[in-house]
């Protein structure tokens, strides 16, 4: 029998991001999912990098949440690059405004959630995640 995972989904966001993406888990852990985010699970005198690795390549949902100015940090996709390399499934959040086109073309595949509100896209990407159909607009 396949070991059940800790998490459900790793969060990546860059620093600038932070607030934003501190709601977003904060909703995301008030609808049943459990995700990792750093600033939850990392402890002064934790070995950050070997803690992040494990989760990120354990964690079956890869959440990448992007902003106008993190959209295109180089940490940002050395973590999309290993969900890729992990077959993860892969939810790309744009908090602000990104122009698809001008994400690298793998990401430009795949469907963005687009949200103002943290709360909203938290509730949305958990249903996602928890693979539930999505409510109808009205």
Do not use: C
């Not at 600033?39 to 959440?63: C, Y």
């Not at 295109?72 to 890729?84: I, S």
């Not at 744009?94 to 509100?117: C, F, M, N």
Request: no cysteine; hydrophobic share 40%; aromatic share 10%.
């Amino acid at each position: 029998m396949a070991e059940q995972p800790e998490f459900d989904a790793f969060i990546s966001y860059s620093s600038r991001d932070e607030e934003w993406a501190s709601r977003f888990a904060a909703a995301l852990q008030d609808q049943g999912v459990h995700a990792w985010f750093d600033r939850d699970q990392l402890e002064p005198g934790d070995h950050w990098q070997d803690k992040m690795q494990n989760a990120l390549r354990t964690s079956p949902v890869f959440i990448l949440i992007l902003g106008a100015e993190s959209a295109n940090k180089p940490w940002t996709y050395f973590e999309l690059g290993a969900a890729l390399a992990g077959s993860k499934k892969i939810i790309p959040v744009l908090t602000g405004e990104v122009d698809v086109a001008e994400l690298p073309p793998y990401l430009q595949s795949i469907q963005v959630l687009r949200e103002k509100s943290p709360e909203e896209a938290g509730r949305r990407a958990a249903m996602a995640v928890e693979k539930r159909p999505l409510p109808a607009a009205g």
